[in-house]
């Protein structure tokens, strides 16, 4: 199958500095859902910005390119990223208000959307198409009249989902969307991006923490450690046989009623392991059917 998305040796940086990110070879398929995951700081975020050209001032893509159906992405003018971002690549942020505007109804940001992509207002039949996605995402029309602090923190996730899924595009970047919400509110956050994707086919990447939220909800998993994709497989392969030592620390610190006996309780890594991990010079191998892992011996 064709992938929708290509990230082949991604390497980003910030000037002189050695890279923070990369080499990266990643790819998604059509209607997968790719979670990546790591510890703060491992490049995770990074990634997803870099998806979507939002990386922060001061850095750069340095190697690599990434590409959207076999269309690069870079370099591409700021003009055109604006027809690629929320119709080809939306982005579900970790905090609603990071893209919500305090002071203006969720109505209003409706509408300017639909003015700034298609030049139009907001009613008839662009009204009716928000009006569905609202209800996909199980929110009433009448959100549309709130502010976005007289919604709850759920409400806004999801309406923020809706933003991302009106112009149905191909890719959905959703960073940590669910971390700061309780428990019941993060399930039905994750089970209407499942059920967005089944209905639109879109494929979602999935930035997290939770190891045990992507099992349930990932196609494929990816692991970040120290800047570097350290292991990249199936979800099931992934939780069955890991096999770069970091995933398997990962694992262990998961909460679980039942005993692993393949897996041993979890002990802070060295230094010197660290330093291992983050050797760039360590090539991804394949490990598994689709499964790779940055090992030194198959």
């Known amino acids: 199958m064709t992938a929708l998305l290509e990230i082949r040796g991604l390497v980003v940086g910030y000037g002189d500095a050695p890279p923070v990110l990369g080499p990266i070879d990643l790819d998604m398929r059509a209607g997968e859902l790719v979670g990546l995951v790591g510890e703060s700081g491992g490049g995770k975020s990074t990634l997803s910005r870099a998806v979507l050209n939002d990386l922060p001032a001061g850095a750069n893509i340095l190697e690599g ?145 939770d190891l045990a939220v992507m099992a349930q909800v990932a196609d494929r998993i990816g692991i970040l450690f120290a800047g570097q994709l350290v292991e990249y497989g199936p979800a099931r392969a992934i939780f069955k046989e890991p096999a770069h030592p970091y995933a398997r620390r990962l694992l262990q610190a998961v909460p679980s009623i039942r005993v692993r006996s393949d897996l041993p309780e979890a002990t802070f890594p060295s230094e010197a392991d660290r330093q291992h991990w983050s050797d760039r010079s360590i090539p991804m191998r394949l490990v598994g059917p689709n499964h790779q892992a940055r090992c030194e011996t198959q």
């Open 65 to 209: 390119n990434i590409a959207l159906n076999g269309v690069p992405l870079y370099p591409v003018q700021p003009q055109a990223w604006r027809a690629i971002r929320w119709k080809q690549i939306a982005y579900v942020p970790q905090a609603a208000l990071n893209i919500l505007n305090p002071v203006r109804r969720i109505g209003a940001q409706f509408g300017d959307m639909v003015a700034d992509h298609y030049g139009v207002a907001l009613a008839g039949e662009w009204m009716q198409k928000v009006i569905d996605v609202l209800t996909a995402v199980r929110l009433e029309p009448a959100v549309l009249r709130c502010y976005p602090h007289q919604l709850s923190g759920g409400m806004r996730q999801r309406v923020c989902i809706a933003m991302a899924m009106l112009f149905q595009p191909q890719l959905v970047v959703a960073d940590e969307p669910t971390s700061a919400l309780d428990v019941v509110s993060q399930r039905l956050v994750l089970q209407t991006l499942l059920e967005l994707r089944d209905k639109f086919g879109t494929a979602i990447l999935l930035v997290g923490h």
